[in-house]
């Protein structure tokens, strides 16, 4: 085999050991170098620039010029431009000093990849940021949220995914794992907390943490919306705003159980 030498006159590189190597499995199909940075793209829920990383990154240009590539992907939103999934701080060095960016557009990158990529340094997104992200990727759990969501803006998305997750969920929707496992259940929740509302003008039945504690409340199989409705009749000023889950639970039950017969009454609260 040929051994190919480079035209640096400072090292002789083989670099025979490359010959050959395949590519097919790369989702890279090309690379560039451009001044315009009119081609590239930020989405608004990547994370913030790092003041102290892009100084770092400016010095590094301004001595060894740019020696690395951003990453980008064909934008869906903005047809013709390039969406940057990694070297947003690079992209943004290269513009303050003026230089040439190096970057590689990529194909079939989901955004759960992306998310996988950046790991913890994505933790200055929100819930709503994540959400588009499943949108894009056509993930039908994502896609039903989002319905649930549109039509019901007055409660926080964290809410929403406890009631139809099963449970506190944040952190699996984070990762676009996240599965819709209680539909009816949820639906249910919403319904009563609704009531709540309508009939009795409960401030905080829209609050995350409220439905989360009706929800435990509903899931012992003990709990009979009708009583329930018939106890508010006589106090419900007493359902107030607590301070957890756990905290509205008990206070339901106390509801539930207000000047009923000790027989008659009912534990949700372990």
Known sequence: MKTVTSTN????????????ESTEQ?????????KDYSKFIIPTHQRKPDDANMKSIITSIQRHGVISAIKTRPSTEHPGKLEVWDGQNTLSACKILGVPVNYDVWIEITNRA?????GETGRSWTLPDYLKYGIDD??????????VY???????????????????????????EWRALSKE????????????????????????????????VMKTGRYNHGR????????SGYLTKQGDPGEYAKNIEMVYNYNVNSKNKVQFVQ
């Open 9 to 20: 006159t400072n090292n002789n590189v083989d670099v025979s050991q490359y010959e050959g």
């Open 26 to 34: 790369s989702k890279r199909v090309r690379s560039g170098c451009t």
């Open 114 to 118: 992306i998310i996988a990529i950046n």
């Open 138 to 147: 056509k993930l039908e759990d994502y896609m039903f949220i989002n319905n």
């Open 150 to 176: 549109r039509d019901n803006r007055k409660i926080a998305l964290t809410g929403l995914l406890a009631l139809f997750g099963g449970g506190y969920s944040n952190k699996s929707f984070k990762k676009i």
């Open 185 to 216: 259940h949820g639906f249910l929740v919403l319904s009563c907390a609704k009531d709540f509302a309508k009939l009795y003008n409960t401030k905080h039945w829209f609050h995350a943490r409220f439905l989360w504690g009706l929800s435990e």
């Open 228 to 235: 329930m409705l018939t106890q508010m009749e006589k106090c």
